[in-house]
């Protein structure tokens, strides 16, 4: 009963405070109607408080109205059983293995939403062999250690895999309530096809043409160049878009606007979600990159790309894509390079003969704050 006497009290106090703005605002706006319109057209003053009226609720209007880039992704999650913690069991368990499900009927229908908005005609089907890639995903998942697999357990809450998805992997968020809890991932089978520093070599030259030039990644070393360590780093990147909802690193998937403007991770980044300040004066071709399109020529654009991309705050080329991916890619570049201890060298070849070397961007000065942020979630 304290507590709400306090907030009623500040209520009270509140709305006295507006409705003393708002009649300061008015006799302003009144005095400038007149000072505007009275000497030509002489009106009366109750046209005057008219027209004053209008602007004070044009006004209000505009200074409610939900701000941001519209997000077309909000009804699918909303009404999908797979982001109601009542759809899962057995969250109690401590063993990673046993939140490994193939595709069911719930999961088949998100995924086709999905494919629906973002225009794809894939429809995803059950995995065959399903023990085999479980056991495949098993290894992946038993590799990580702590704080990580604390992380996992407390917010990994189910996986499903299938083929045909339409990409690698999709992901998605579970709330108690109207509070985030956790995630799923559902990942396509066929990952399986690549090993790690193949599968992200393939995926970073998805974006260009085919040319003299060629993108080769390397993530792990030869021993380590695994298709299990290829998921490990696919499942860290769906759990960091995850983390971006649990965490309140960004605006929520589930508003139907969505703005990054008030968020510390994206400031001086990100002006929404598909514009970045960088646009404009530095990194002028970012918006014309789309991964799986091979839509860009490398060739006579390299310069303008790779050694523009080092000098901002992206920790790869991907993490530049879009605000979401900047911190899923920035997270799992953080438990790849920095926790980890692991490689990540990205080289241009032309005629097998290496022109251009990169590293991961995730210890860069401009990255700092995001590295922060990061290390909080991992060991709060």
Known sequence: MKCKSISLSFSVRFFALQRKILFDRTQVLETQCRMIFEA??????????????????????????????????????????????????????????????????????????????????????????????????????????????????????????????????????????????????????????RKANEWISYKESSTFQKGSLKIKIKIESEEQNTQTNALRYILLHEFGHILSETEKIGPSFFASKRSFANFDFYKEVWKSEKVSYLDENIFSLRPKLRFYSESFALDPNWKQIYPVLAETPFPTLYSATNADDFFADSFVSYVHVILDKKAWELEILENNKSIYKMENGIRKDSLLKQRKIIERIIRP
Do not use: H, M, W
Request: a negative charge; proline letters at 5%; one cysteine or more.
């Open 40 to 193: 030509k057209y002489k009106p009366k003053s109750e046209i005057c408080r008219l027209f004053v009226l209008f602007i004070l609720i044009f006004e209000t209007f505009y200074s409610c109205k939900e701000v941001g880039d519209p997000n077309p992704y909000a009804p699918v999650l909303t009404k999908t059983a797979l982001s109601q913690s009542e759809y899962y069991v057995g969250l109690e368990q401590n063993v990673l293995i046993s939140r490994i499900f193939n595709l069911d009927e719930e999961s088949k229908n998100y995924i086709n939403e999905l494919n629906r908005i973002d225009g794809f005609d894939e429809s995803p089907s059950q995995v065959n062999d399903f023990e085999k890639f479980r056991s495949v995903l098993a290894q992946a998942l038993n590799s990580f250690e702590d704080p990580v697999r604390s992380l996992l357990l407390k917010k990994l809450i189910r996986i499903y895999v299938c083929e045909n998805l339409g990409g690698s992997a999709v992901s998605g968020i579970v709330r108690d309530s109207d509070n985030p809890i956790g995630g799923f991932v559902i990942l396509d089978a066929n990952t399986l096809n």
